[in-house]
Nanobody, 126 residues
Framework: VQLQASGGGLVEPGGSLRLSCAAS????????IGWFRQAPGKEREFVSA????????TYADSVKRQFTISRDNAKNTVYLQMNSLKPEDTAVYSC????????????????????WGQGTLVTVSS
């Protein structure tokens, strides 16, 4: 199982980016997907997650109303739309997958996911 996160880059404060998590060899329709990030010198933290249907989503408090997670199962891709970016959003963002459902309270736990992709760097700076 290979996951590939993309879409990172350098953006000014207040700007937007859309990250994509694409998969090869698997049909993401059957996988719960989570986004995590790790800032320099900090531990990895949960950002957002989405269930198989796309109906259930969850966000870290720090990104609620700022980030939006979605999925396009026809394109086998999960997106993270990030708006009003702040310098503290600077991090390497990675997507993770688990086959099947994860109960909502566990969707924010890194240990709930089986597969991890290479991250994409997001730098928010003027």
């Amino acid at each position: 199982v290979q996951l590939q996160a993309s879409g990172g880059g350098l953006v000014e404060p207040g700007g937007s980016l859309r990250l994509s998590c694409a998969a090869s060899e698997i049909d993401l329709n059957y996988w719960t997907i989570g986004w995590f990030r790790q800032a320099p010198g900090k531990e990895r933290e949960f950002v957002s997650a989405i269930d198989l249907s796309g109906v259930t989503t969850t966000y870290a408090d720090s990104v609620k109303r700022q980030f939006t997670i979605s999925r396009d199962n026809a394109k086998n891709t999960v997106y993270l739309q990030m708006n009003s970016l702040k310098p503290e959003d600077t991090a390497v963002y990675s997507c993770a997958a688990r086959h099947g459902r994860i109960i909502l309270s566990f969707m924010s736990r890194a240990g709930a996911y089986n597969y991890w992709g290479q991250g994409t760097l997001v730098t928010v700076s003027s």
